[in-house]
């Protein structure tokens, strides 16, 4: 009632210039408040619903204003009024329109793809497996909106707790009885992948010997953590779909990473692009991060960690958070994942900390996943691995710090994740290249400063070794001895285990970033058609060991990220410093083995693929330089006697390597 008259002056005010000095005057700060504030919201209103405003006038007020004066502005008012309705009726059917542009873009899509598929089937195949995909999530979700409640009260366990335990142990037996019949199957053919299979039971049984709580142990979670990773690898490695798939994925990846080129030559040039590592690799960084940021505005990345989280939490029995957390740890780095369940950190048991630094450890960042692949690492096996990682980091967490304490996260209800501060698709674009910077400047900073301990560690023991007739002693020769048998129990051949072992030991002591980038050394020189051997020192490994080593390094577990991995949990809950510090080192070691078991499996999986080489037919033809497949072709016609060989097939090989049939 008290803003009637203030109402009054103001309007008064407004068309009495006689008045106007002392009708300013009487209008106090809160009448211009809620003229601000509610008038036009009021006007609109009153519009909508077809009335005049301000009708509840008195009709001694109306008559105080002018004629003239009070007909301009309803006349502009019944003009706005067909915008207005037009408004409001859009205002009312909103969702009908969110329904008709849905409809005519998925019609529209439906239409490209079956054009595509006419004019070329194999061309959109990939489009159309993509589409199938998404097809079977929404139908999944639809069905599982429509009919999971009615299924739920219809589908009872078995009666019985006692059965129901005996049939879960009648499984499990089932399981491994299979899996017993497959070894000795497959492994007829090929006997190095026991040496895997005994590397897998030797990790699991230290493991369990270093176990917090030996009694607390869920072997439901470590056997189906286990198992979804073989099947992983199954999947990836030995069928062939599957095979295809992760090779397609990994070339995909592989194109898509070359467009960082088109934006680092244009800011740093062509020449500095090629020939120099940091304006090559690092770019590619910044890339990824964009791309991941807009990723996660847009949602697909949170639905897919969500995905890959239930299918974890249903088969393992963990909690939300844990699972969200290894989960994530797929595409995002040891201190980024954690941020998915920031609120929930406080709260989480030792266990569930344990398992999420663990994944942390057991897994690389998509980033840098790009760069790796830059350096001609094998993009279809560090996909895999990283995709196999997070059901093995979660069993062997679970094996050495089991859950002992009440978790207050069982059930995903509540646990939600955020999509992210960014605004818009523009800000969540520049954010995450903005954000790359701080990782890029990391890296650069490390390799500078890994390297050039690495160079003087390595002078000084060569001349401490020089003292007492130890010629060479350098870092990598200790590392060779001292991990030379976990490089074997991996399933690398025992000439490859040096090598092997060098690079385990560089990824544990300095970072991944070094060892792969070393790796990449000894795949080039083997595709290049180098000698296996320089003297005493080996020049490459085999297939089968690169590939094993590939899955090894996979991981942030080296004693320079325990740094990284405090700092990043200790900003987010300071009040727990001293929880994170007493188990980031049983996690380091949990993370480090994780990579290792992945290397066994694959070990146990691996096959050689790819077509034979038709030596004949190779060296018969004039060759202006060596391969992989000449190195092996040459070193046929060196050892063999078979007169099918040419001339000019020992005069081809003779020109690129040396042995006593040239004399």
Avoid at 42 to 47: A, F, G, I, Q, T
Avoid at 94 to 119: D, E, N, P, S
Avoid at 314 to 321: I, K, L, Q, R, S
Avoid at 624 to 632: G, I, P, W
């Amino acid at each position: 009632m008290a803003r009637a008259p203030r109402h009054d002056a103001g309007w008064k005010g407004w068309h009495m210039e006689d008045n106007t000095p002392a009708l300013k005057e009487s209008i106090s700060l809160a009448s211009v408040a809620y003229g601000l504030d509610n008038k036009g919201a009021e006007l609109l209103e009153s519009l909508e619903e077809g009335r005049i405003p301000d009708s509840d006038l008195s009709s001694a007020e109306g008559r105080n204003i002018g004629s003239k004066a009070s007909q301009q502005p309803f006349s502009g008012w019944r003009i706005l009024q067909p915008a207005l309705k037009v408004r409001h009726f859009c205002r009312e059917h909103t969702q009908l329109f969110q329904w008709i542009v849905r409809g005519l873009l998925c019609t529209a899509f439906a239409a490209f793809l079956l054009i595509a598929c006419l004019l070329d089937f194999q061309r959109a195949l990939a489009l159309f497996v993509l589409t199938c995909v998404v097809l079977a999530f929404l139908a999944h979700s639809f069905l599982k909106r429509l009919l999971g409640p009615k299924l739920r009260r219809h589908v009872t366990p078995l009666g019985h707790p006692l059965l129901t335990l005996w049939f879960k142990r009648g499984l499990a037996l089932l399981a491994f009885l299979g899996l017993i019949l497959w070894l000795a199957l497959d492994t007829s053919q090929r006997p190095e992948q026991l040496v895997s299979f005994a590397g897998i039971c030797v990790f699991i049984t230290l493991l369990f010997a270093c176990s917090k709580h030996h009694g607390a142990v869920s072997w439901r979670a470590v056997s189906w953590g286990l198992g979804l990773q073989f099947v992983l690898g199954l999947v990836v490695i030995r069928t062939e779909p599957g095979f295809i798939a992760f090779q397609w994925l990994g070339d995909q990846v592989q194109i898509f990473l070359s467009y960082t080129l088109a934006g680092s030559s244009f800011v740093f040039g062509e020449t500095l692009v090629k020939d120099i590592f940091a304006f090559q690799v690092l770019p590619i960084i910044v890339f990824f991060s964009c791309v991941m940021s807009v990723l996660y505005y847009l949602g697909l990345m949170q639905w897919v960690i969500l995905k890959i989280a239930w299918l974890m939490q249903v088969t393992m029995g963990t909690t939300a958070t844990e699972t969200l957390s290894v989960a994530g740890n797929i595409f995002v780095s040891q201190t980024e994942a954690p941020l998915l369940i920031r609120p929930y950190l406080a709260d989480m048991t030792l266990s569930e900390v344990h398992v999420v630094m663990t994944g942390g450890y057991a897994t690389i960042a998509g980033s840098l996943l790009g760069a790796y692949i830059s350096f001609g690492i094998d993009a279809s096996s560090l996909i895999a691995a990283s995709v196999m990682a997070a059901p093995c980091a979660l069993a062997l967490s679970k094996l050495v710090y089991p859950e002992v304490e009440e978790s207050k996260f069982r059930s995903e209800e509540g646990v939600k994740l955020s999509c992210g501060d960014a605004q818009n698709l523009l800000e969540a674009a520049s954010s995450g290249a903005a954000m790359s910077v701080k990782v890029v400047a990391n890296i650069a900073a490390n390799l500078i400063a890994f390297l050039a301990v690495l160079a003087f560690v390595n002078a000084a023991l060569s001349w401490l070794g020089n003292m007492v007739d130890i010629q060479e002693l350098s870092f990598q020769l200790i590392c060779s001895y001292i991990l030379r048998p976990v490089a074997f129990l991996v399933g690398v051949a025992w000439e490859d285990c040096p090598v092997v072992a060098e690079l385990l030991g560089i990824k544990l002591f300095l970072n991944e970033f070094v060892a792969y980038e070393e790796l990449s050394r000894y795949k080039q020189r083997r595709l290049a058609g180098a000698e296996e051997w320089l003297g005493t020192k080996k020049q490459w490994v085999s297939v089968r060991a690169e590939i094993l080593t590939t899955y090894a390094l996979c991981g942030f577990a080296n004693f320079s990220s325990i740094g990284i991995m405090l700092g990043g949990l200790t900003s987010m809950v300071p009040q727990r410093r001293s929880d994170f510090s007493q188990i980031v080192l049983r996690a380091l070691c949990t993370g480090a083995c994780v990579s290792l078991v992945n290397a066994c499996v694959a070990g146990i999986l691996y096959m050689p693929r790819g077509p034979e080489v038709n030596c004949t037919a190779l060296l018969n033809t004039t060759l202006s330089t060596s391969s992989f497949e000449v190195y092996q072709c040459c070193r046929e016609v060196f050892g063999s006697t078979n007169p099918e060989f040419s001339p000019e097939a020992l005069d081809n090989c003779c020109r690129f390597y040396n042995n006593t049939i040239c004399a």
